[in-house]
C-alpha cells in the first residue's frame, strides 16, 4: 500500500511540474522597437510627460533618450507607476547640445506604466525633443 501511494504521489508530482512548465514557457520577443513616447518640448521651466504603458511581448527593454537644444542641462527622470506612490528608475543629466543626445535602458519594463519629468538645472527653460522605444 505505501507503495502504491509513492508511486502515486510521484506521478502527481510530475504532471504538475509538466504543466507549470508548459504554462510559464516564455513568449517569444518581438524583433522590432515600438515607439512608446516620442516629443518635442519647448520653453517650459519643468514638463511631466504623460503616462505610457510598456507590454509584455514588444520586448525586454525599454530604451529612452532625450536632445537637449536648451542652454543649460537638463534632468530626465523616468517614474514607474504604482498603486500608492510612483518610483523614480532612473535619471540622467543631458549637457546642452550633446551631440545625438543622452540615451537609458531600463531592463524588463513589461506591464508597467512610465512617465518622465523633465527640468532644467539651472531654473531655465527645456528644449529638445524625448523618445521612448520598448
Request: net charge negative.
Amino acid at each position: 500500500m505505501k507503495k502504491l501511494l509513492c508511486i502515486c504521489l510521484s506521478m502527481l508530482l510530475l504532471f504538475i511540474v509538466g504543466i507549470s512548465a508548459y504554462a510559464f514557457e516564455p513568449e517569444p520577443e518581438s524583433t522590432s522597437s515600438v515607439v512608446e513616447y516620442d516629443q518635442t518640448i519647448s520653453g517650459e521651466a519643468q514638463f511631466r510627460s504623460t503616462e505610457f504603458t510598456c507590454v509584455k511581448g514588444n520586448g525586454d527593454s525599454l530604451s529612452y533618450g532625450f536632445d537637449n537644444t536648451a542652454g543649460a542641462d537638463c534632468m530626465v527622470e523616468l517614474y514607474k507607476k504604482g498603486l500608492i506612490w510612483d518610483t523614480k528608475v532612473s535619471s540622467m543629466t543631458v549637457r546642452p547640445h550633446d551631440p545625438g543626445g543622452k540615451t537609458e535602458v531600463i531592463r524588463n519594463p513589461s506591464d508597467s506604466t512610465f512617465y518622465f519629468v523633465l527640468y532644467a538645472a539651472d531654473g531655465g527653460t527645456i528644449c529638445g525633443h524625448l523618445q521612448a522605444y520598448q
